[in-house]
């Protein structure tokens, strides 16, 4: 075990609904970038029949889920609805013990109903992304004036599109972008461009640096955003198209591609929401950022929740202390700390009016 690292035992106990011979379990976490099917995560039976997980861990607050391999056989309760993520607060070894109510691949699918507000738009269900060889759906937001006015707007990017605007393709709920939007004042209105993640190609699109989970394509990815969707959206929407009014956000490792992002093309997204950032997976983005030059009106708004782990504001905090030691201030590096908020979209639809206020309104001098 390595020195300061306690040993936790995880222990299947209670699961109402038999588990077949041949299933799998996993967990899936803060501690491993919430990948549902990480071998280095798989639980084994033992000879009590149970499923037993041995890993060292650092002192810590962490969150997790137990799955069958993927989120759809994730657990839920006993009626087959959601349940929160499990919070585990490591001081020292221990043995966690695990009841399942129930596996959500043993009900029926609830009937999801679509939430998406009427200035959504998909562009494309198939958009190309040659820096990457794939396609991927594309989401729009347009203000309500858009198709009244002649007006140019500003433009925010982000990750994780099917959890921005619309519940029926969220698996974890969604941001509720759209609603939040929908009720401002026609002065602060921007487009929303949102993009969806890859499924299994998540963690090594939005991470820039190779790592266990595999070959980083996050710079690609990048590539991708400001070579190829930027300027199609900028020929195609009336926007506001300089890097002052050019914004990029996400969330967990959506957080961590945004700040590669700003970082990288600076003179491209002159403004960064970073939302509980997944730094831990890579750590060389510190370097990255301490070797870039940053032009002067570059903002970067950081939030966490405190519930999240024992590191998150540690990390976040630390990229915050480069920026500011390149120059930049607190109005241009404000870090919001949210009490009791976890690492899930709810916290992300609370946090999202707070940095949109801060992206808006709380401009610099000579930036609007």
């Known amino acids: 075990m390595l020195l300061g690292q306690q040993k936790i035992v995880f222990k299947t106990g209670e699961i109402a609904i038999p588990i077949v011979s041949n299933v799998h379990l996993f967990l899936a ?26 890993k060292d861990l650092p002192k810590g607050v962490y969150e997790f889920k137990v799955t069958k391999g993927s989120w759809q056989k994730g657990e839920c309760s006993a009626t087959g609805k959601p349940v929160d993520n499990r919070k585990l607060r490591i001081f020292g070894d221990t043995t966690i013990t695990l009841n399942i109510a ?3 691949d043993n009900f029926a ?13 998909i562009i494309s269900e198939k958009f190309d992304m ?3 060889g794939r396609q991927r759906r594309v989401w729009i937001y347009l203000p309500a004036g858009y198709s009244t006015s002649k007006r140019k707007y500003p433009v925010i990017y982000m990750h994780d599109g099917q959890n921005l605007f619309d519940a029926y393709t969220s698996g974890y709920g969604e941001w509720g972008i759209d ?54 959206i900028d020929a195609r929407y009336r926007t506001q198209s300089d890097a002052v009014h050019t914004t990029i956000a996400g969330s967990s490792m959506g957080g961590l591609i945004s700040m590669y992002a700003a970082v990288k093309y600076p003179d491209v997204f002159g403004n960064a929401g970073i939302f509980s950032p997944a730094f831990w997976i890579a750590p060389q983005i510190y370097t990255f950022a301490q070797q870039q030059k940053l032009p002067a009106k570059s903002r970067f708004y950081f939030v966490c929740g405190d519930a999240e782990s024992d590191s998150m504001t ?25 009490k009791g908020a976890g690492h899930n979209e709810k916290q992300w639809n609370g946090d999202f009016p707070g940095f949109y206020y801060w992206l808006m309104v709380i401009r610099s001098p000579g930036t609007h």
């Open 29 to 54: 976490g803060t501690f491993d970038g919430w990948n549902p099917a990480d071998t280095a995560w798989e639980m084994h039976p033992d000879a009590t029949g149970s499923f037993t997980l041995t």
């Open 102 to 104: 129930g596996w959500q």
């Open 109 to 121: 699918p609830e009937e999801r109903k679509h939430t998406a507000s009427a200035q959504v738009h």
């Open 130 to 132: 040659p820096q990457l």
């Open 179 to 232: 609603e939040i939007l929908d009720k401002l004042s026609d002065n602060n209105e921007c487009i929303v461009v949102g993009v969806d993640h890859g499924g299994d190609y998540r963690i090594t699109e939005y991470d820039p640096y190779d790592s266990k989970y595999g070959k980083g394509r996050g710079g690609d990815y990048v590539d991708f955003l400001a070579k190829t969707l930027k300027p199609y």
């Open 314 to 338: 540690a990390d976040m905090q630390k990229m915050v202390d480069i920026l500011r030691s390149k120059g930049k201030d607190k109005a241009k590096t404000p870090v919001v700390i949210i």
